[in-house]
Structure formats: structure tokens, C-alpha cells
């Protein structure tokens, strides 16, 4: 879903005929319920196209045809359903605040009407018990006037925002909790019971500020990591003077400086100065990372004691932390199975409570001989108790929390449904170059075999593998230029993908890549088999150079395994992952070597793209859940193939923050296994919201349907239901 846009005019898409694209505020957008009504009031609509919703925002992005409608026509249908929409015009922050304080007068003023309705009444009824109580089998003192006049305002209070969508559900003949509270007030009314009608309404008000109040604490998590970046940064102007102008206002390319201390506003390369940079805002490394010239550093991160001066890359609506932010709200557009499962529980739940509530205000009098009134009060009671509240609130406020905490960590989820994955997950597969390994291999030897010495087979090692982003051609590259040796440019560049590449290098035609290629192009050799064969052996990996007459060299690299590796596998392990495997181009000794040392005991070396997919496609035909760690480039249809597809060190990495479900932003593999208990946590907050939900209701309305519930006792149990569902959502943003 595309959050990107500031435009707040609608735009025209490319393409033929007159299909646009609008982003609308909704104010009350909170949750599935309102996504629930927005779809049922336009899908279908003549001319609307495609729907998609940004709960964290509060907005909705409409696809129409503007020879069929307009937005002022999305807007009335919208208001037809009783919603407050208007066109996104870009500004920040989260809608939800702002509704939450226009509802506070109405709910406050509902609270101190009830409360002031109830005192006159006892006054005018000289009798405070008859105020208070209601007894269905018996007869009523009739409620004063003055009270009654009183306890209509507070119910018109509190019903403000509630009635126009309970009469759009009514029209829709989709009823909702809405609809329910309305009949319930009503019922109440009907019966004389002023007092608990306007305690109905004052209620179901603070349950809907409560519920506003709690999606936008989490939004406001979120929208804290865009506060981490300053607003204003300190740049060189043309005479050399340094000011401070508005991050928005400056262009990539730009100058900049940042005090020993201060929190850097832009992502930029350092032109000089070395600090050691606290990159925990996102990536949750616990340590600060030494940086110097030519390093990259981001938005939010905090500097240490070094001045820096950086050239800055990127504008700062684009900046990693800006792109974090939006692809953390984009998220909650891929909804979690448990989501989606409350969506279609309440397309016939709400009927159905209904329904039991006619027949058992029906039943009973007609066969039972049961009082009318008796009866009529206990459907008005399970009317109350069974509003889905909490069941649609619920699961909402737990995921979006469990992004927000997993965000302040520095992984980055894409939705609820990978963390329910990840909840999941009985199989992890990794790719060794740079995942389980630094991904810093350095070269070991030079093993000049043909005409060249080492100087020159490096040169034209070096020249082949400049276009190449591999670790080990970065090795390459890196060597010769610590050598100070000139590198030639390599004409006729081809890549050969899990084999290497091929080009002319002063004017001779020359490849390089591994044994696959060696054997492809010039057969095998035991000679050339043996020495390659001893390096590998020693746990180095083995590049040959050669031209169409034979092998003109070796070059051997070696990579580190990631000091944590091991450690993180093991908690895996404990965690109840049952298959851990590695996939890699790399040689087999080489792969095997990592593998033992790891105690992997899955394991496919050698590999080509297609070879990766299908060992990552057979993994998920036999496992519940697969996740595949990368690097979120080499490794794109593999990582599609899994069920969860995560990037190490995404972090400044474009195209692996886009791609991957899941992106840890920092080259830190303990992230995985806090990742997969933070992942259940949220499940069983999930369950324990769910049940806890739904058990309540079904024990309060076995009571109505016995006749031993009060309306108290279902506004109690639905509002003490609300708030411990909301709450216990809400500790998924603890730091622990």
C-alpha cells in the first residue's frame, strides 16, 4: 500500500479512461468494525474501484471513476454511514487524538448529566433506592419530569456519535454494535428506565473513547520514531557561514555538520570527522558503531563525542527513519488471520444476538406465559452484554502494539500476519554469505597458475568482479586497492548468475567465478582439483580466473561466522524450531565447514537461484511455517517462497527494506529468536483476549436467557471486558 503520497489533491493514474485515486481522513477509522461499514457503504458503488485502509493514520485510499463518481459523492456515502471523511491534505500526526478530545466533552457531559439526572431524581422521588433500582416482575415509581429531561440530554450526549451509524447500519439492514446500543437505550426507555438508559449511553461512550484512546497510544509509539530526527539541521552556506534551516528544506547533496551529542537530521556519507554513532533508535543495537569517513550514517541516530560533517543523500521525507515509519503503517493493511477470522465472526454474530434476543423477549410471554415486561428487560440485557466491543478491539491494539515494540527494537514486521508466522515457525532456513557469516571476507592467498604473477592476477580479478556487490568481489576489490594496484576497466562485462562473470580485460577474454563455471568451460582437472580442493579444505572459499586457454589463477577468501550465530541457533533450537538449514553458492567443503561449526544439519552448497527456490519451496510443503534469512537481494525468490522472507541488516538498504517481510535493520542474528517470543507473546495475548472475550459474553448471556443478569450487571461485565482486553493488548508495548 502506497502511504507515500502528499498530495492531498486527487490523482489522475496513468492509463486510459478516467480512473483517479483520492486519500480521505476518517476520523473515526479505528479498527476492523469501521473498515467493516466503509466497505459495505461504497463497494459496489457505481464507479468505486478498489479500497484500501491505513489504520494507523486513519486514512482510506479510494480507486473511482470519475465519469461515474466524484469525491464529493465518496464523501456523502461515506457521511451515509454516519463517518466524518474528508480529503487527506498531508498533515501529520495521528486523527485518532483529536477525535479522542472532541469526544471527551460529549462522554464527560453524558457522565455528569447521568450523575445530576440521578440526584434529582432521588430528590423529586424522595427515594434514593427507587432512583437506583428496577425490578422487572414489579411496578416502578414513575421518573420525574425534571430527571427525565435531564437523562434525555445526558443519552443524546452520549448517543451523538453512535446514533448516525446505528441508522446507517439499520439502512444497510447490516446491524452492528452500534445498532445494538441504540436498541438497547431504547428498550430501556420503553420500559421507563431512564436512569440505566443514560448509564447505556455514558458507557458505550467511554468504551469508544477508550477504544480511540488505546489505538492511538500505539500510534503515537510509531509516530515517535519520526520525532527522533530534528527538525532543523546546521549547513554550509555559500560564503561558509554554517546556519540552521528547516530539514525539509534541504536537498541531497547538501553540507552539513552535526555537534559532538546531537541527534543526526538526515541521512548522509561522512566527509569528515569520526564518531562512535548510536544507532539504537533503529537498528536496537546495544553498542554504538564507530564511524569515519566514507561511512553512512542515518536520520534519528544519535552522534557521540566527534564533530562530523556528512553530505547528505536523501530529502528527509525519504529518509530510512521516514520509510520505517510509513512501512510500519502500511503494515497494518495486511491484516493477521486472527484478524480477519473477527471480521467474518461478526458478519453473523451480530444477527444472530439479535435474533436470541427477539425470541427471548417473544417466547417466554407467548409460551411460556412469562411477563411481557420480565422478558422485554432480559432481551434489552443480553442486547447490552453482547456487543462485540471487545472482541473487535481486541486483537487491533495487540498487533499494532506488537509492531511499535518491534520497531523500537529495530525489526521492522511488514504485518500481523508474519508475526503470527513467526509465532509459528517450526523451520528457518539461512543463506551463509552475510547472514550467518559477517558477510567481510577477506582474501587469504593469491595462486598465480598461468603467465600472470600475483599483482596482475589480482588486477584482473579485481576488473571482473567491479560490478559485482558480492562480499567476496567486494574482497577482491578491497585487496587490490590496499595494494595500490591499478585495476584495468573490463569491456564485454557479463554476469553469469551462480557461476560469475566473464568480460575482456586488456584486450584478453577472461572469466571468473567458481568450480561450476571451471568445469562448464574447460571440463575438470585433478591437478587443478587437488590445490583447489586443499584450500577449501582449510575452510577457505576458492575463485578461479581463467581464459579460453586455461586457468591463469586462485584466489581465496575467508569468512568469519558471526560471533552470535551459534548462540541464536540454539535458542531456536530451544524455542522448538525443528529444522534449521543453510543454502549457499559457495563450495560444498566450505559450506560444510560453516555448517559443523554450527551444528546445521541441513545443508544445500552450490546452489543456483532455482536450486535455492526449490529447497526453500520443499521446506514449505513439509513444515507449518518457513522463514528464509537473507540479505533480501541475491536471494528475492527464495525469500518469496518462504512463508516469512527476512533481511539481516536492512538497514540504508533500500530495496531489502521493500522487499522483505521482515527486516532486521541491524546485522544482529539475536534478533531472531527475541523476534519469535515476541511473536508468541503477542499470540497468546491474542488467545487470551479472544477467549477471554467471547467466555464472558457466552456466561452473561446464559444468564440473561435465565433472567438472572441486570442491565448493571451487562454494562459492568461489557465495560470491565473493553478495558481488560485493551490493557492487556497495551503491554506489548513494554520494553521487556
Not at 429531561?149 to 441508522?167: D, E, K, S
Not at 484512546?213 to 554550509?236: G, K, Q, T, Y
Not at 581464459?547 to 589463477?553: A, Y
Amino acid at each position: 500500500m502506497d502511504t507515500n503520497s502528499a498530495n492531498p489533491q486527487v490523482k489522475a493514474r496513468t492509463g486510459p479512461g478516467e480512473l483517479r485515486s483520492a486519500w480521505f481522513r476518517v476520523d473515526e477509522l479505528d479498527c476492523a468494525e469501521e473498515v467493516r461499514v466503509l466497505r459495505a457503504a461504497l463497494e459496489g458503488r457505481p464507479g468505486i474501484g478498489s479500497l484500501e485502509f491505513d489504520l494507523l493514520r486513519g486514512r482510506m485510499r479510494v480507486e473511482f471513476d470519475a465519469r461515474e463518481t466524484s469525491v464529493e459523492a465518496i464523501l456523502e456515502q461515506v457521511a451515509a454511514a454516519g463517518l466524518h471523511a474528508r480529503r487527506w491534505s498531508g498533515e501529520s500526526g495521528a486523527p485518532a487524538d483529536q477525535t479522542a478530545q472532541r469526544r471527551w466533552p460529549l462522554w464527560g457531559t453524558a457522565g455528569l448529566l447521568t450523575a445530576l439526572g440521578l440526584g434529582l431524581h432521588a430528590v423529586l422521588a424522595r427515594d434514593f433506592t427507587a432512583a437506583l433500582g428496577h425490578d422487572p416482575g414489579g411496578v416502578d415509581t414513575a421518573v420525574p419530569w425534571a430527571a427525565r429531561l435531564v437523562y434525555g440530554l445526558a443519552i443524546a450526549c452520549g448517543l451523538w456519535v453512535v446514533l448516525p451509524r446505528a441508522w446507517a447500519a439499520l439502512v444497510r439492514r447490516r446491524p452492528d454494535m452500534h445498532l445494538l446500543m441504540c436498541l438497547a437505550v431504547g428498550g430501556a426507555l420503553l420500559l421507563d428506565d431512564w436512569l440505566e438508559a443514560a448509564t447505556v449511553s455514558f458507557l458505550f461512550a467511554v468504551a469508544l473513547w477508550l477504544e480511540q484512546n488505546s489505538v492511538a497510544r500505539a500510534r503515537r509509539a510509531i509516530s515517535r520514531l519520526l520525532d527522533l530526527a530534528p527538525d532543523e539541521a546546521r549547513c554550509r552556506q555559500p560564503d561558509g557561514s554554517w546556519s540552521l534551516l528547516p530539514v525539509s528544506e534541504v536537498p541531497p547533496g547538501q553540507l552539513i555538520r552535526v555537534q559532538p551529542g546531537e541527534r543526526i537530521p538526515l541521512d548522509g556519507t561522512i566527509r569528515s570527522g569520526q564518531s562512535a554513532v548510536n544507532q539504537a533508535p533503529i537498528t536496537g543495537e546495544s553498542l554504538p558503531r564507530e564511524k569515519q569517513a566514507g561511512d553512512s550514517v542515518y536520520a534519528g541516530t544519535i552522534n557521540g563525542e566527534g564533530l562530523l560533517e556528512l553530505v547528505t543523500t536523501r530529502p528527509a521525507d525519504d529518509s530510512t527513519l521516514a520509510r520505517i515509519s510509513r512501512l510500519i503503517e502500511q503494515a497494518q493493511a495486511r491484516r493477521a488471520p486472527s484478524e480477519q477470522w473477527v471480521e467474518r465472526f461478526a458478519l453473523w454474530y451480530t444477527p444472530a444476538v439479535i435474533g436470541l434476543a427477539l425470541l427471548l423477549a417473544l417466547v417466554p410471554p407467548l409460551l411460556l406465559s412469562g411477563s411481557w415486561q420480565a422478558s422485554f428487560y432480559n432481551a434489552l440485557v443480553l442486547l447490552v452484554i453482547a456487543c462485540p466491543c471487545a472482541l473487535v478491539i481486541s486483537t487491533p491494539v495487540s498487533i499494532v502494539s506488537a509492531l511499535a515494540s518491534a520497531a523500537r527494537q529495530g525489526v521492522l514486521v511488514k504485518g500481523g500476519r508474519y508475526l503470527e508466522a513467526f509465532a509459528r515457525l517450526d523451520a528457518i532456513l539461512f543463506d551463509k554469505t552475510g547472514t550467518l557469516t559477517t558477510g567481510r571476507p577477506v582474501v587469504q592467498q593469491l595462486v598465480p597458475l598461468g603467465d600472470m604473477c600475483g599483482d596482475e592476477l589480482l588486477a584482473c580479478a579485481a576488473a571482473l568482479e567491479s560490478h559485482s556487490s558480492h562480499p567476496i568481489a567486494q574482497a577482491i576489490r578491497h585487496h587490490a586497492h590496499q595494494r595500490a594496484i591499478a585495476v584495468p576497466a573490463a569491456e564485454q562485462f557479463r554476469m553469469l548468475p551462480g557461476k560469475g562473470a566473464e568480460g575482456r580485460v586488456g584486450g584478453r577474454s577472461c572469466w571468473i567465478g567458481n568450480r561450476r563455471l571451471l568445469r562448464e568451460r574447460l571440463g575438470e582437472s585433478s591437478i587443478l582439483e587437488g590445490r583447489q580442493a586443499a584450500l577449501e579444505d582449510a575452510g577457505h572459499s576458492v575463485v578461479i580466473l581463467g581464459d579460453t586457454d586455461g586457468v591463469l589463477g586462485l584466489i581465496s577468501v575467508q569468512d568469519q561466522v558471526r560471533p552470535e550465530a551459534a548462540r541464536s541457533i540454539a535458542e531456536l533450537r530451544a524455542l522448538g524450531v525443528r529444522r534449521v538449514g543453510m543454502l549457499t553458492g559457495d563450495n560444498q567443503p566450505t559450506a560444510l565447514a560453516v555448517a559443523q561449526d554450527l551444528e546445521i544439519e541441513d545443508l544445500l552448497a552450490e546452489a543456483l537461484p532455482e536450486d535455492k527456490l526449490r529447497y526453500v519451496e520443499q521446506h514449505v510443503r513439509q513444515h507449518r511455517a518457513v522463514a528464509m534469512v537473507g540479505d533480501g537481494v541475491n536471494d528475492a525468490p527464495a525469500l518469496a517462497a518462504s512463508h516469512v522472507g527476512v533481511a539481516m541488516g536492512a538497514i540504508g538498504t533500500d530495496t531489502a527494506i521493500e522487499t522483505a517481510d521482515v527486516a532486521l535493520m541491524a546485522d544482529d542474528m539475536s534478533k531472531l529468536p527475541w523476534l519469535v517470543r515476541h511473536a508468541r507473546r503477542t499470540r497468546r495475548i491474542i488467545l487470551q483476549n479472544t477467549a477471554f472475550a467471547l467466555g464472558s459474553k457466552l456466561l452473561f448471556v446464559v444468564l440473561a436467557v435465565l433472567g438472572l443478569a441486570t442491565l448493571w450487571m451487562a454494562i459492568a461485565a461489557d465495560m470491565g471486558a473493553s478495558l481488560l482486553v485493551i490493557f492487556n493488548g497495551l503491554r506489548l508495548l513494554s520494553r521487556r
